[in-house]
T-cell receptor, first 111, second 116 residues
Framework: GQQVMQIPQYQHVQEGEDFTTYCNSSTTLSNIQWYKQRPGGHPVFLIQLVKSGEVKKQKRLTFQFGEAKKNSSLHITATQTTDVGTYFCAGRTGTASKLTFGTGTRLQVTL | NAGVMQNPRHLVRRRGQEARLRCSPMKGHSHVYWYRQLPEEGLKFMVYLQKENIIDESGMPKERFSAEFPKEGPSILRIQQVVRGDSAAYFC??????????????FGSGTRLTVV
């Protein structure tokens, strides 16, 4: 079955440092979404990427979808303590409706 | 405009009892998805339903687990004869359409099930 892996599993940064999480799928994806889950909370949708090589920005967050549509990345510039949480990528294959979530990257930010 | 409503937020069951988890999707959303999250792990797909239909139950254990989304009322995830390994957070999500779109899932706050 489809597997979606993320690295690193955990990252601890100081406030102001940059952060990147990488997402790799075992199969080609039709689209990819990113979610953020705060500790004790529920996943919250951030963005969706559809096109090969697509890049989207949301303030300090930059999302990329690989040319082969099998990988993606999320980069946060100048992290803040409000960025703390676990970031999940989630992908769809073909016309399937269900999302397969990645393993997640837990981000800890300290002052 | 209420979001996805899940109840109860916390549920404690003894081994062998039944657990019923409820999910009301957002207004206008007709697609419901259930995911299970073990502590410190990712979200595992369980089942996808539309009103009165199970569309994809490929992630649902064959025994003890069932799900429904009746014409009226919330979607129900039912776990019979719970075991300690069923302890997890169960999240429900809804979306307005199943097809490719710019819509992400809207998740409920989850039900934290503890089996003692």
């Amino acid at each position: 079955g489809q597997q979606v892996m993320q690295i690193p599993q955990y990252q601890h940064v100081q406030e102001g440092e940059d952060f990147t999480t990488y997402c790799n799928s075992s199969t080609t994806l039709s689209n990819i979404q990113w979610y953020k889950q705060r500790p004790g909370g529920h996943p919250v949708f951030l963005i969706q990427l559809v096109k090969s090589g697509e890049v989207k920005k949301q303030k300090r967050l930059t999302f990329q979808f690989g040319e082969a549509k099998k990988n993606s990345s999320l980069h946060i510039t100048a992290t803040q303590t409000t960025d703390v949480g676990t970031y999940f990528c989630a992908g769809r294959t073909g016309t399937a409706s269900k999302l397969t979530f990645g393993t997640g990257t837990r981000l800890q930010v300290t002052l | 405009n209420a979001g996805v409503m899940q109840n109860p937020r916390h549920l404690v069951r003894r081994r062998g009892q039944e657990a019923r988890l409820r999910c009301s999707p957002m207004k206008g959303h007709s697609h419901v998805y259930w995911y299970r999250q073990l502590p410190e792990e990712g979200l595992k797909f369980m089942v996808y339903l539309q009103k009165e239909n199970i569309i994809d139950e490929s992630g649902m254990p064959k025994e003890r687990f069932s799900a429904e989304f009746p014409k009226e009322g919330p979607s129900i995830l039912r776990i019979q004869q719970v075991v300690r390994g069923d302890s997890a957070a169960y999240f429900c999500a809804s979306s307005p359409t199943a097809l490719l779109s710019n819509y992400g899932y809207t998740f409920g706050s989850g039900t934290r099930l503890t089996v003692v």
